[in-house]
């Protein structure tokens, strides 16, 4: 059996032994599927990281991790800028300047989304009690965490993301490829 993709298509073949072919359309993710997806990342990624921050301050062991709803809209539109330019600077830029310019973006979506926020009485953090806060928006305290946060995202969040597909033929817990293709024990072709 061998595995041939045809990317021009974006259909996958899987040749079996005998000679039946097996084909399968894959498309690419959606806009909003990928912001859904990087929505649910950020919006866990707060809940962990509240968890966390309140187990080291005050060694709270129920791990209590707190977000917004607010912060789901934050996250998923911040990470599909973050893909955009990660898409644009890639072949242009070393990753730490990247994840440099994702960090001064993160602070300044932090700050934006939580003015417009604050003018509604909605904004989910304060961060005056900090030393280096602005307006109680955004603090520096905070750059290595979020420097840290943009370096998974690309790395990890954003690259696999992308190379995720939909499978129009797929059934639930029906895959469209055997599950010896799954399991790595195919040969990759290229079709001309």
């Known amino acids: 059996m061998e595995l041939n993709l045809d990317r021009k298509r974006k259909k996958v073949f899987v040749q079996f032994q005998d000679g039946r072919r097996m084909m399968g359309a894959v498309e690419p993710l959606s806009a909003l599927s990928r912001w859904y997806l990087y929505a649910i990342h950020g919006y866990f990624c707060e809940v962990m990281f509240t968890a966390a921050w309140e187990f ?9 991790g707190v977000t917004s709803v607010w912060a789901l ?3 998923g539109t911040s990470i599909m800028v973050v893909e955009r330019m990660y898409l644009y600077l890639k072949d242009r830029c070393p990753s730490v300047v990247r ?3 994702y960090t001064l973006w993160t ?3 932090e700050f934006s989304t939580g003015l417009i926020l604050r003018q509604f009485n ?3 953090w304060d961060y005056s009690q900090f030393d280096y806060d602005f307006m109680g928006l955004v ?8 420097f840290c946060a943009s370096f998974i995202v690309e790395k990890l969040v954003i690259r696999n993301t ?3 597909r939909f499978d129009e033929n797929g059934e639930p817990r029906t895959p ?3 599950p010896p293709t799954l399991w790595g024990h195919l040969k990759l072709r290229k079709v001309e």
Request: proline letters at 9%.
């Open 122 to 124: 909605a904004c989910p």
């Open 73 to 75: 809209f934050i996250y």
């Open 162 to 164: 992308l190379r995720l």
């Open 176 to 178: 469209t490829i055997s």
């Open 139 to 146: 603090t520096l305290e905070y750059a290595v965490p979020w």
């Open 107 to 109: 602070y300044v979506w």
């Open 56 to 64: 080291v301050v005050n060694f709270n062991w129920k791990f209590p």
């Open 99 to 101: 994840c440099i310019i």
